[in-house]
């Protein structure tokens, strides 16, 4: 089904507008951020894993790199590793495909006069 983070309704429970979410919802980034994080772990002989990467998710990212760094024990700080990574995701972010369904649920929604608008979570500039 479609998700969003935020309806509104109209008082007999008409939706009237709808919010949807980039990262990760309309957008494939998921991968991306796992592919940039094996990037600079490679280099250091380590794997992002399920385990590992089930372990950083959901926090603020200066937190998530703090952790993924003492997790790993890898030689940079949490902010060299968030820089990398970040400067690793401008580069992959353009290439983000649509997650399946999406352009099918927001055409559903705009054929009902639902208006849409997106929003992301992310840092600034990242979309």
């Not at 400067?87 to 649920?105: D, I």
Request: hydrophobic share 40%; proline share 3%; aromatic share 8%.
């Amino acid at each position: 089904g479609i998700q969003c983070n935020i309806m509104s309704t109209t008082e007999d429970g008409a939706i009237t507008h709808i919010v949807f979410d980039l990262d990760g919802l309309l957008l494939d980034t998921e991968s991306l951020y796992t592919a940039s994080s094996q990037k600079i772990l490679q280099r250091y002989g380590k794997e992002f894993s399920w385990d590992v990467k089930s372990r950083i998710m959901g926090r603020a990212p200066l937190d998530a790199a703090q952790k993924l760094v003492d997790l790993m024990e890898i030689p940079l700080t949490a902010e060299e590793f968030h820089g990398e990574l970040y400067s690793n995701l401008m580069e992959v972010f353009p290439s983000a495909k649509l997650m399946p369904g999406e352009v099918k649920g927001q055409k559903v929604c705009t054929s009902m006069n639902i208006i849409v608008a997106y929003s992301a979570c992310s840092a600034v500039g990242t979309f």
